[in-house]
């Protein structure tokens, strides 16, 4: 499960990240709303990478946005490979990529917590995650299903009333037929 969960994971979440910026770009155009370049501080604050005042790293920007974009996406492969899959395994992801997000920015001194953020500014970055969870779950839920159910999808086909597919559960009557 691990084996397949890394390369699709990678996948997944890189594709994920392509969208997600792609969104931003069109949301940028229309808003006015500038870069941010709060990834290349995360990174520049983790890795002890020099800061200059003024200068706008465009590489270190992409490679940690795009890096944090397919490492979680290994995360969200492997909900798949164990059966959590859908809508809701990546409204759950949504939550582990805006958290990330937060532990990393607050960690660093390079972020607020949400909460002080204006709404607007809070809606916009909740709205582009969610993004990148859809379609990288999308992605990695597709690539999972390729094989076969995943160990939580098979233990709900064992059990009675459970539903193995993770579609919405089954119309019954008052009988529960």
């Known amino acids: 499960m691990i084996r397949h969960a890394l390369w699709q994971g990678l996948l997944a979440g890189t594709a994920g990240g392509a969208v997600m910026t792609?969104?931003?770009?069109l949301e940028q155009a229309v808003t006015g709303r500038p870069d941010s370049h709060v990834p290349a501080r995360v990174l520049q604050r983790l890795t002890g990478l020099p800061e200059r005042p003024g200068t706008q790293p465009l590489k270190v920007n992409w490679f940690m946005h795009f890096g944090q974009a397919a490492l979680l996406g290994v995360l969200r492969s492997v909900m798949a490979q164990a059966g959590l899959r859908g809508p809701a395994a990546s409204a759950k992801?949504?939550?582990v990529r805006l958290t990330n997000d937060?532990?990393?920015?607050n960690a660093t001194g390079v972020g607020a917590p949400p909460e002080t953020w204006p709404r607007r500014e809070l809606v916009v970055d909740v709205l582009h995650k969610?993004?990148?969870a859809f379609v990288t779950g999308?992605?990695?839920d597709a690539l999972a299903a390729r094989g076969s159910m995943g160990p939580g999808q098979r233990h709900a086909a064992r059990?009675?009333?459970r539903h193995a597919d993770a579609g919405p559960l089954p119309r019954r009557d008052a009988y529960g037929r």
């Open 22 to 25: 792609l969104g931003e770009k």
């Open 93 to 95: 992801f949504t939550v």
């Open 102 to 105: 937060q532990i990393l920015e």
């Open 130 to 132: 969610a993004v990148y």
């Open 138 to 140: 999308a992605v990695a």
């Open 159 to 161: 059990r009675p009333g």
